[in-house]
């Protein structure tokens, strides 16, 4: 993947609590992001059409398009869009898919674009990438992050529980991702960015360490600012290196062989939990196998629809799906007996942790 644009590294604005629309609706209004209220707010199927109605009365003129599915012609229809007005910012208000394809349009049309998520199912809340599909093969773009991100705790809890819990298992993959990092370092003398591996590892460690779930404002809380940290992470130096590594080359692998299979954060969280057994780190594997049980995320193949063949068929083809990175997949480089050998292993792992 190639590196990711580095103009815009920190937002101007972070608010994650109840009742924040009412915080979005004030930035737009006193001219921060823009002086006439020229904005083009970009909603998905969801709830973004109630929000977007709820901020309308603070905008002089605004523009409201609807935009599904998650993929790059949705992102390039959007972006003709754009273009036939002078809009001074985009508003993206939804789940990841609205999101990505409002940072992918705002960042060709070079417009500043405010996040406002209503779920968290993913990083991509304040990530310099775009994750959409193109010729049903989904695919990462680089694009500039939010200037202000915005998550109303409100809207959150309103949506489907599975779609937010999924972000947990993106979250607790940095830990697998920064492993994978630190052995590149060792073993092809790639750097390592400090600060971000730092922004990545303290909301992974935050989530891991805490007890509470989804129905507590708290760990909600916990959560999002995790998100949000590791999008910046990414931001600051400029790759997805903090956020992604063998973990996701699996995630990436189901999603091309199998797409449909489940989403991001779930198959992230459990190629994560796969990689640290095959990294040996039993301390990490019983911390992230606790924290995935207790949230009822996917730790085996079949919890999310999957044969043990399929897994095996993704591990083998996961390392072609980023050719530039160097993982624990890369390093042990198994053979499908091997890895057969070694995802039986790691369930009888799981049988023997969970007795």
Excluded at 50 to 60: F, N, T
Excluded at 137 to 149: D, F, L, N, Q, T
Excluded at 187 to 192: A, N
Excluded at 246 to 254: D, P, Q, T, V
Aim: aromatic share 4%.
């Amino acid at each position: 993947m190639p590196l990711l644009a580095r103009t815009i590294l920190t937002p101007l604005h972070i608010d994650v609590r109840r009742g924040a629309v009412a915080d979005l609706a004030a930035i737009l209004a006193d001219g921060r992001i823009s002086a006439g209220g020229d904005v083009a707010v970009v909603v998905g199927p969801g709830q973004g059409g109630q929000i977007a109605e709820l901020i309308r009365p603070s905008l002089r003129s605004a523009d409201v398009f609807t935009v599904a599915g998650g993929t790059l012609d949705a992102a390039d229809e959007l972006g003709g869009k754009l273009r036939e007005r002078s809009y001074d910012a985009v508003v993206g208000i939804g789940g990841g898919k609205t999101i990505d394809v409002a940072k992918y349009a705002a960042t060709r049309r070079g417009l500043p674009m405010v996040t406002m998520a209503t779920s968290l199912a993913n990083d991509g809340i304040a990530s310099p990438v775009a994750s959409l599909i193109n010729g049903g093969i989904k695919g990462s773009y680089g694009v500039h992050i939010p200037i202000a991100v915005i998550v109303d705790l409100d809207f959150v809890a309103a949506g489907p529980d599975q779609h937010n819990r999924a972000g947990i298992g993106d979250v607790i993959s940095n830990i697998s991702a920064l492993a994978d990092w630190e052995l590149a370092r060792q073993v092809r003398g790639e750097p390592v960015d400090g600060l971000a591996a730092s922004l990545a590892r303290m909301g992974a460690e935050a989530v891991l360490a805490h007890g509470g779930d989804m129905t507590d404002d708290a760990f909600v809380t916990v959560l999002a600012e995790a998100l949000i940290s590791s999008g910046l992470a990414m931001a600051v130096c400029g790759s997805s290196r903090p956020a992604s590594g063998g973990c996701h080359e699996i995630m990436h692998a189901i999603d091309a062989l199998f797409p449909g299979t489940s989403s991001h954060g779930e198959l992230a969280g459990l190629g994560a939990l796969f990689c640290t057994y095959l990294r040996g780190d039993q301390r990490r594997f019983a911390e992230m196998s606790a924290c995935l049980g207790r949230h009822r995320l996917p730790r085996l193949p079949a919890d999310v629809g999957l044969t043990d063949e399929q897994f095996v068929e993704a591990v083998q083809f996961a390392p072609a799906t980023r050719p530039d990175r160097y993982t624990i997949l890369e390093h042990l480089a198994m053979s499908v007996t091997e890895t057969r050998e070694r995802l039986a292993d790691y369930a009888g792992a799981l049988r023997d942790h969970s007795g």
